[in-house]
Nanobody, 118 residues
Framework: QVQMVESGGGLVQAGGSLRLSCVAS????????MGWYRQAPGTQRELVAS???????VYADDVKGRLTISRDGAKNTVYLQMGSLKPEDTAVYYCNAKMLGSSTYNYWGHGTQVTVSS
């Protein structure tokens, strides 16, 4: 019912910046939580950052101070501003949205590749 499309990934040198965007479309009643996850080859998918519909945020310890999550409700869009990028940030980044109610619904994008070279 909800489609998530990420954009903004690419190749950047260590210390550089990128901004990821994710647009949600479809039958959207409420996206209570939106966030970004990442997965590097051979690793588990991990939470990078999330933001609630009230603006509360959660960040992974290793990205605090470097990455900032934000959302634009009018555009059904969530952003991840990434700065001071490190090679260990290299991964496929996935957009996620949750709808809370009697049931919890999770929606995922197909991912966008971020590669940070040294």
């Amino acid at each position: 019912q909800v489609q998530m499309v990420e954009s903004g990934g690419g190749l950047v040198q260590a210390g550089g910046s990128l901004r990821l965007s994710c647009v949600a479309s479809g039958s959207i009643f409420s996206l209570d939580v939106m966030g970004w996850y990442r997965q590097a080859p051979g690793t588990q998918r991990e939470l990078v950052a999330s933001i609630t519909n009230r603006g509360s945020t959660v960040y992974a310890d290793d990205v605090k101070g470097r990455l900032t999550i934000s959302r634009d409700g009018a555009k059904n869009t969530v952003y991840l501003q990434m700065g001071s990028l490190k090679p260990e940030d290299t991964a496929v980044y996935y957009c996620n949205a949750k709808m809370l109610g009697s049931s919890t619904y999770n929606y995922w994008g197909h991912g966008t590749q971020v590669t940070v070279s040294s």
